[in-house]
């Protein structure tokens, strides 16, 4: 029973003990910060369930273990104890999420205690090293690459569905044709949070920004066209959505990189990012 008692779903009670575990990571917390700031915390606007292990002190004390479940589930904190609560109550219904993200104690830990229900994994990625950037980079910048137009879509979709499938392993357009996928590109281009390089109409480096909370936009999908890499666009095209994100929307840039993609971080490096935490990834 104590184990069960220590994770519950979060409330508007629970608001100020959230948003203070939130600040004390911003930048790993970033893609729950962000909905958080927008939805609150009614599961229905926030798109999925934030979870709470309290420890002795309960709603008048601080929150030991935060676990945000929905498209992806995200345990941002907690020990042995609260990792297992947030397993218990996981297990108590099907499986939805697409994957475990986060920081890598808390993925690697919640994932021994899911693994025998929810495993095996189609990919586990153990090493991800999460790098953030507060000042303007020190690479030059790519002056070509620009917010991509609600009216360029149709040719902005071949580049991200070509990253997805390279980056994720699966077709996003799997299951509604892509529809879905489709649609959440167009949210990003129609808030000015995906950018491009195009030569002769063609896409030939793209980025976004997939989370941007108050303080830290986290950047994603950074793809370079397979006939122009060894050219320098993937450095100076992510120097460019970085120096946007610094000095044009006042937040740190954050992205993170598998360990083993040596290119990537020695570019990331140049750019002036630093490492600031470790993610882990855990894909079905």
Not at 64 to 89: E, Q, V, Y
Not at 249 to 274: C, D, E, H, Q, W
């Amino acid at each position: 029973m104590l184990r069960l008692a220590g994770a519950r779903l979060l409330d508007d009670k629970d608001y100020p003990a959230v948003r203070a575990a939130l600040a004390a990571d911003p930048v790993g917390s970033c893609m729950v910060s962000a909905r958080v700031e927008v939805a609150g915390l009614d599961p229905w606007r926030l798109g999925g369930e934030l979870w709470g292990a309290d420890g002795r002190a309960g709603r008048s004390g601080a929150l030991h273990g935060l676990c945000f479940s929905g498209p992806n589930m995200i345990p941002l904190r907690g020990n042995a104890a609260a990792l297992r609560s947030f397993a218990d109550r996981a297990l108590r219904r099907q499986r939805t999420c697409s994957s475990l993200v986060g920081p890598s104690e808390q993925v690697l830990g919640l994932w021994d205690e899911l693994a025998a229900e929810w495993g095996p994994a189609r990919e586990i990625r153990q090493d991800q090293p999460l790098m953030a950037l507060d000042r303007l980079p020190t690479a030059p910048v790519d002056r070509e690459v620009r917010p991509v137009r609600p009216d360029e879509l149709d040719r902005y979709l071949p580049a991200a569905i070509a990253m997805f499938i390279e980056e994720v392993g699966v077709d996003p357009r799997a299951g509604d044709g892509g529809a879905s996928y489709r649609a959440r590109v167009a949210e990003l281009i129609a808030g000015g949070r995906a950018f491009a390089r195009f030569e002769n109409g063609e896409v030939v480096f793209k980025a976004e920004i997939g989370a941007l909370s108050e303080t830290v936009g986290q950047i994603q999908g950074v793809w370079v066209h397979p006939d122009r890499r060894g050219h320098g666009l993937g450095s100076a095209g992510t120097a460019a959505v970085s120096a946007r994100l610094v000095r044009g929307m006042g937040r740190v840039a954050s992205l993170y990189v598998n360990s083993f993609n040596s290119p990537a971080l020695a570019a990331y490096r140049k750019i002036g990012f630093r490492q600031v935490g470790r993610y882990a990834t855990v894909l079905f």
